[in-house]
């Protein structure tokens, strides 16, 4: 699809004008453009802001509740996800799932989950910075408008992709950020859980156990949840 067709693409589906979504991905989507998740999906659905666009079978937005206190933003899409159009499904989701349970979070209510890029980069390679920034904007707004109190960042790829930081995901994981105002903590992705399955102290499933129990905490403490306990 070239940058003509998708405009009028745009163009037919309503008169309005923040439908004209530019696919140059050097002209910004202001803050403010969407004033819904469900606005905002058939733009990322028909995007082509970047080459991602051109092989996806669906663009994977997000799932969970969109009025969640706390996100959990990934990498970018998996052969599962590009199939069902939801994010972390699959080995990776299932783990998260059951992570999340455990301190008695649950993906439906209480967690929003998407992604730093929406399309499904070939092969499953890391997003090009290039990709990153011409995605970003539907990001900044899927957060403006779920507004979490803790974002999640899972892999030195979210991790870089919002805050800038390009340290290795060992080395900040289970630190407090601040990023615009909001907290942050960096934690391992799932799929390396996977790869890693000891739970032997100082083990990576061992030290996801310990941050998870630190974001339980920290989401009891911001909001005042304290009869939802294990
Ligand atoms: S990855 Fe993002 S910017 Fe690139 S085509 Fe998909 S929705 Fe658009």
């Known amino acids: 699809m070239n940058s003509d067709t998708q405009l009028s693409l745009f163009n037919e589906s309503n008169c309005n004008q923040k439908d004209l979504i ?54 970018g899409p998996g052969q599962n996800e590009d199939e069902t159009g939801l994010p972390f499904v699959g080995k990776s989701g299932q783990l998260l799932d059951k992570i999340l349970a455990s301190v008695n979070l649950s993906t439906e209510h209480d967690i929003y989950i998407c992604n730093i890029v929406k399309c499904r980069p070939p092969e499953n390679r890391v997003p090009t910075p290039e990709e990153m920034a011409a995605c970003k904007p539907y990001l900044l707004e899927q957060i403006r408008l779920v507004d979490p109190k803790i974002i999640l960042l899972t892999g030195a790829t979210a991790v870089k992709g919002i805050t800038g930081n390009k340290q290795g995901i060992t080395k900040i994981r289970g630190q407090w950020l601040d990023w615009e105002g909001r907290l942050c903590m960096p934690i391992f992705h799932p799929s390396y859980l996977l790869r890693n399955p000891s739970r032997e102290k100082g083990s990576p499933k061992w030290l996801m156990w310990q941050d998870i129990q630190a974001v339980k905490a920290k989401y009891d403490e911001v909001t005042g949840d304290w009869g939802r306990k294990f």
């Open 22 to 75: 530019p696919t140059d991905a050097k002209i910004p989507i202001p803050s403010g453009t969407y004033t819904s998740l469900t606005e905002l999906t058939p733009h990322c659905q028909n995007c082509h802001r970047c080459e991602l666009g051109e092989n996806r079978t669906h663009a994977v937005v997000g799932r969970g509740n969109p009025q969640a206190k706390i996100m959990i933003i990934g990498e």
